[in-house]
């Protein structure tokens, strides 16, 4: 099993553009979200989706918007990207079950973006 | 609602000492644990996790933390440090309604010495 991955792994953009960072898991989980990292903020939670269509807001969501038309993928967009969106972000995703699996969350390796 | 503190942002230790990295936690009804670690350029992993019972947790590399509900505390311990253990260390608290609950603390980043 590959866990989870993300696509790109670093990209520089200047304010205005858009991109979509795309994260993908092959262990079938049903949760699924997105992250941003900055330095000593620790992880905070942009978007997150329960299941296959369907979508939520986090802690951060201003700016992002999400997809989840698969199951196995979660599409993070930026429409116009500012430089406050310098970042690293994590995907991460969890099973459905209950208890402590429902929160032990896997993560991807990350993509570093840089806005100019 | 949740909180997580971590003591220090970074922490300093000789290889081979006892590594302490501190996490306290506010939850209004009995929480998940996790501690996650970070290797440089790469995402979190699972160290390990308290739910209930044993409130000593054995993770894994030699990690294990004890769940104190009386001081709100789940430290992080190793009783001797090994060069590979350089890494960045991340408490969080769920309380149990979905992984999009989880808050994480802001991180400790741990130095070994030779």
């Known amino acids: 099993n590959a866990g989870v991955t993300q696509t790109p792994k670093f990209r520089v953009l200047k304010t205005g553009q858009s991109m979509t960072l795309l994260c993908a898991q092959d262990?079938?989980?049903?949760?699924m979200y997105w992250y941003r990292q900055d330095p000593g903020m620790g992880l905070r939670l942009i978007h997150y989706?329960?299941?296959?269509?369907?979508?939520a807001k986090g802690e951060v969501p201003d700016g992002y918007n999400v997809s989840r038309l698969k199951k196995q993928n979660f599409l993070l967009g930026l429409e116009s990207a500012a430089p406050s969106q310098t970042s690293v972000y994590f995907c991460?995703?969890?099973?459905?079950?209950?208890?402590?699996?429902?929160?032990?969350?896997?993560f991807g390796p990350g993509t570093r973006l840089l806005v100019l | 609602a949740q909180s997580v503190t971590q003591l220090g942002s970074h922490v300093s230790v000789s290889e081979g000492a006892l590594v302490l990295l501190r996490c306290n936690y506010s939850?209004?009804?009995?929480?998940?644990l996790f501690w996650y670690v970070q290797y440089p350029n790469q995402g979190l992993q699972l160290l390990l996790k308290?739910?209930?019972?044993?409130?000593l947790v054995k993770g894994i590399n030699g990690f294990e933390a004890e769940f104190k509900k009386s001081e709100t505390s789940f430290h992080l311990t190793k009783p001797s440090a090994h060069m590979s253990d350089a890494a960045e260390y991340f408490c969080?608290?769920?309380?149990?309604?979905?992984?999009?609950?989880?808050?994480f603390g802001a991180g400790t980043r741990l130095f070994v010495k030779a």
């Open positions: 991460a995703s969890s099973y459905p079950g209950q208890g402590v699996s429902r929160e032990t969350q896997y």
């Open positions: 262990m079938n989980h049903e949760y």
């Open positions: 989706s329960v299941g296959e269509g369907t979508t």
């Open positions: 939850s209004s009804v009995p929480p998940y």
């Open positions: 308290y739910t209930t019972g044993a409130t």
């Open positions: 969080a608290v769920s309380e149990g309604t979905g992984g999009f609950k989880t808050i």
